[in-house]
């Protein structure tokens, strides 16, 4: 069986943040900027709270089968869950998409490579 790589997004909202918790994560925020955002194992956090008090988190999991993107993305909210639970920072609305790159189309460059490695 092939090994299939899965990018997990879990979407949410900041809920009832203290002031102390707010300037916490605004003194944190260029670790966390969206330009540095990179779907990882262990999760990565962006959000700008200046703007809104929304975030995403991004992860990268893997599976053998097509099913295995369910529990990816059930792992995937739950490390989402335990950061922020950890950290006393409330939230709502959290939602996660996932997607198998094993099934995403090929970009333009993607589909000349292949073609070159079939000449």
Not at 37 to 61: C, K, N, V
Request: charged share 30%; proline share 2%.
């Amino acid at each position: 069986m092939s090994n299939r790589t899965f990018r997990i997004t879990v979407r949410g909202v900041f809920d009832g943040l203290s002031t102390d918790q707010r300037a916490e994560l605004l003194a944190r925020a260029a670790e966390h900027d969206v330009l540095r955002a990179a779907f990882t194992p262990e999760g990565h956090l962006s959000y700008d709270l200046a703007a809104r008090s929304a975030f995403t988190f991004r992860f990268l999991d893997s599976g053998e089968e097509e099913e295995d993107i369910l529990e990816a993305s059930e792992r995937a909210e739950e490390a989402a869950k335990a950061w922020l639970t950890e950290r006393g920072y409330g939230y709502k609305n959290l939602r996660s998409q996932a997607e198998d790159l094993s099934q995403a189309p090929l970009g333009k460059r993607q589909r000349r490579a292949a073609a070159q490695r079939n000449l």
